[in-house]
Nanobody, 115 residues
């Protein structure tokens, strides 16, 4: 089983940028799908972005145009570049993967957008 560790969260002002990283303990090249969810206080965990192994991407409407998901198979790392951040982007961001019958999650990284 692949273990995931997120990093790159923090406090940023509205309009700022952050790049989240998700480092995997093993090879990610064969994983079917990787992506990011987020969970704000008192709310459900929602899908933010997803990258399928063939290159297809999905973005939630709330982040479309501001967020880019990418993966570096050589570094076994998934990224989420977030620009023009808004207060409503404040949440814990979780990296995940799915592969056949397996689903894995990271422990999350906090993103706070505030002036």
């Amino acid at each position: 089983q692949v273990h995931l560790v997120e990093s790159g969260g923090g406090l940023v002002q509205p309009g700022g940028s952050l790049r989240l990283s998700c480092a995997a303990s093993g090879s990610i090249s064969a994983l079917n799908t990787m992506g990011w969810h987020r969970q704000a206080p008192g709310k459900e965990r929602d899908l933010v972005a997803r990258l399928i192994s063939g290159g297809s991407t999905y973005y939630a409407d709330s982040v479309k145009g501001r967020v880019t998901i990418s993966r570096d198979n050589a570094k076994n790392t998934l990224y989420l570049q977030m620009n023009n951040l808004k207060p409503e982007d404040t949440a814990v961001y979780y990296c995940f993967y799915t592969d056949t019958a397996t689903v894995g999650w990271g422990q999350g990284t906090q993103v706070t957008v505030s002036s």
